[in-house]
């Protein structure tokens, strides 16, 4: 129940556009990540995600945008925008066909 809070308060950070170096910081434990994790899906240095953290350093908006799809996904219950996050960061391709189910 307190991470699924955690989750929701994140989710209402994300949504108002708060991203002061706390608010990234709840984020990013929110869903369990270390700064180096984090870093690695969003294609940046763990020295970036630290200074969004300490407030030298204000994030990108895709980064931010990416983050808030992060912790609205953890919220739902979804690992979407991770696992296509963990395809890109990993350097695997995407698959050359794909099988799609339809109702």
């Not at 929110?30 to 969003?42: H, I, T």
Request: charged fraction near 25%; aromatic fraction near 4%.
């Amino acid at each position: 129940m307190r991470d699924r809070l955690r989750l929701g308060i994140c989710c209402e950070l994300a949504n108002a556009g708060v991203h002061t170096g706390e608010a990234i910081r709840l984020m990013r434990e929110a869903l369990s990540l270390r700064a180096m994790d984090l870093a690695r899906l969003l294609d940046l240095t763990p020295e970036t995600i630290s200074h969004w953290e300490t407030g030298k350093a204000r994030p990108n908006r895709a980064a931010f945008v990416t983050l808030g799809a992060l912790i609205q996904d953890a919220f739902d219950g979804r690992t979407t925008t991770r696992d296509r996050l963990a395809v890109l960061s990993g350097g695997r391709a995407y698959p050359r066909a794909l099988s799609v189910k339809l109702g």
